[in-house]
């Protein structure tokens, strides 16, 4: 029984029918390609992604690292780092090799770049050895 809303599949523009009849075979096709291998691998795969994700939630030390990395500071930190390194790997290859000696060093040592780095790296040192300090004392 139809209603006067419904139109018999005889009605139906050839555009539409040929659309059921993909459909139909997508269909058919996603359930003859679900064969018993593809299931239990599926399911060992959902298995080892849960385990994973609940052994990784336990990380006291990389679930605060994710709090960190979530800090508007440290995502402009990051993009500076990434920026730097995608530089580097263009700067680096584009250049003559080092000539090496101690006129070279001192070359190195009085570009502004070299101090900034090796401030960069100080700070971040004695910022890591207090952290590290500070989790020795409290147990950590």
């Known amino acids: 029984m139809t209603t006067q809303t419904e139109t018999p599949l005889g009605a139906m523009p050839n555009e539409d029918l040929q659309r059921l009849v993909e459909f139909a075979q997508l ?5 003859d390609a679900m064969s018993d291998e593809i299931v239990t691998r599926l399911a060992a795969a959902m298995s080892e992604g849960l385990t994973l994700l609940d052994r990784l939630t336990r990380n006291e030390g990389l679930m605060h690292l994710l709090k960190v990395l979530d800090r508007q500071d440290t995502q402009h930190l990051l993009i500076a780092l990434s920026d730097a390194i995608h530089a580097a790997s263009q700067e680096i290859p584009a250049a003559p090799p080092a000539t090496g000696g101690l006129g070279c060093m001192m070359r190195v040592a009085r570009d502004p770049g070299t101090q900034e780095g090796l ?3 100080s700070v971040f040192g004695k910022h890591l050895s207090h952290s590290m300090r500070e989790q020795h ?3 950590g």
């Open 27 to 31: 269909v058919t096709a996603g359930r």
């Open 119 to 121: 401030r960069l790296l």
């Open 137 to 139: 004392r409290r147990g």
